[in-house]
């Protein structure tokens, strides 16, 4: 089952709305449930491109991403947040995978690697060429914008 939001909840109803999704989850009797997040590229500390948020009861197969998981002193917020602790509260397995993202824009190469991390976990293969490619247009478009700001400024400001 996947679940992909195209847009957010209005803020007064994303706590409810996640909750919602992951008690639905736990009376469907999932298996687990695999989040997909992201973190602000500017805290990476690591040469790692992204680390895990699993639950008590996904604690031993988190093992399974290689990955390290939450650096101390960095928080989980948000829906993601309200849904790992609905599972943990539940003593449900789930883990919330968490690549390295630019805050200020899409970021479909985080996305892409999320999805393969998880498909190597799980042994199945997803398609993530057409993330790729997005994520290469986001960014000549962003570089570009950026360049023409930055030379508008340097001209106003001449």
Not at 22 to 43: N, R
Not at 98 to 113: G, K, S, T, V
């Amino acid at each position: 089952m996947l679940v992909k939001l195209e847009f957010s909840p209005h803020r007064s109803e994303e706590a409810e709305f996640a909750k919602s999704i992951s008690d639905w989850a736990i009376g469907q009797k999932f298996k687990d449930a695999i989040l997909i997040g992201g973190l602000d590229s500017a805290y990476k500390q690591t040469k790692e491109d992204f680390c895990v948020v699993p639950t008590g009861a996904y604690l031993d197969r988190a093992k399974l991403f290689k990955a390290p998981i939450l650096e101390p002193g960095l928080l989980v917020y948000g829906p993601l947040a309200i849904m790992l602790n609905e599972f943990e509260i539940h003593d449900f397995p789930a883990v919330a995978v968490l690549p390295y993202a630019e805050p200020a824009r899409a970021d479909p190469a985080a996305a892409a690697l999320a999805i393969r991390k998880i498909s190597k976990a799980y042994n199945f293969n997803v398609e993530v060429s057409d993330l790729v490619k997005d994520a290469k247009f986001i960014e000549r478009e962003f570089d570009q914008k950026s360049r023409l700001t930055r030379k508008s400024l340097q001209r106003m400001y001449a």
